[in-house]
């Protein structure tokens, strides 16, 4: 629940941008997906590539019969090839949050054609029916982000959040990201441990390039990358070349490393590893 707490603030923000001048620009992702969902190490949850977002302002023209997004993941209008706005997006979440609480596939065929038309026709098993030990309240919120037709769906996804909220603080209200954090580190845990070495590696290179600037030595950035600072006296120069620091070396990159969030992580365990339903 945490997880899809996150997606649908992130969703919301992303809905309510404007432009320069106020003006709403109706984002819509388009392809709200496990591969689009991420979690970093510190627990948060966040959507990801707004590769064929679109606005309303943004004219794109493709392909015709071309559907953009991931084909299990869709809403029924985008799989008829209809206009969009923001709903869509709830829908695909409510698929995300469904398959996590239920640790199943809601929409998945054979092929394509045959996967489209069930997300057309949208008939979603009860919750309570697939996974009768979560809490009965959870049913109404699931289902109304999955409903077929977008008008009885929530209107923005911050009401979705708000929803969501509510009933995680009835089941645990204590819980932070801080235990999301600590289950994901020992998920990845030699993942963890690597890129912290290559970190401190880094802080390592950069406090000795520092010094030798400090110092007023002649200092030359070069592309080498060493697990430690590297220093070599040039003797016609009297330079000295220091291994330069993998700046770009952020917990950005170890989020992203994280291929396919909650949501991936979740279905490919089996129930008695998840964290119970949060």
Known sequence: LYVAIGAAKGLAYAHARTDDLGNPLHVVHRDVSPQNLIISYTGEAKVVDFGIARAANKILKTQADVLKGKVGYMSP???????LDNRSDIFSLGILIYEMLTL??????????????????????????????????????????????????YSDARALQVELTRILHTIEPAYTNNRLSHFVRELFEVEVKAEDERLRADEIAENEW??????????????????????????????????????????????????VAGVAVAIGLSKGDRPALL
Do not use: C, Y
């Not at 009860?126 to 009768?132: C, Q, T």
């Not at 950035?221 to 330069?244: M, N």
């Open 77 to 83: 209008e985008q799989a008829a090839g209809q206009d």
């Open 104 to 153: 199943r596939r809601l929409f998945h065929a054979d092929s394509n054609v045959v996967t489209l038309r069930l997300i057309q026709e949208a008939q979603v098993p009860p919750l309570g029916r697939v996974a009768p030990e979560l809490p009965p309240n959870l049913e109404g919120v699931v289902m109304k982000a999955l409903a077929r037709d977008r008008e009885e769906r």
């Open 210 to 259: 520092r010094k030798a600037e400090e110092h007023g030595q002649n200092t030359v950035w070069t592309a080498e990358t060493a697990a430690g600072p590297a220093t070599v006296a040039g003797e016609a120069t009297g330079a000295t070349t220091i291994a330069a620091p993998k700046r770009w070396l952020t917990p950005a990159i170890a989020a992203a490393a994280l291929v």
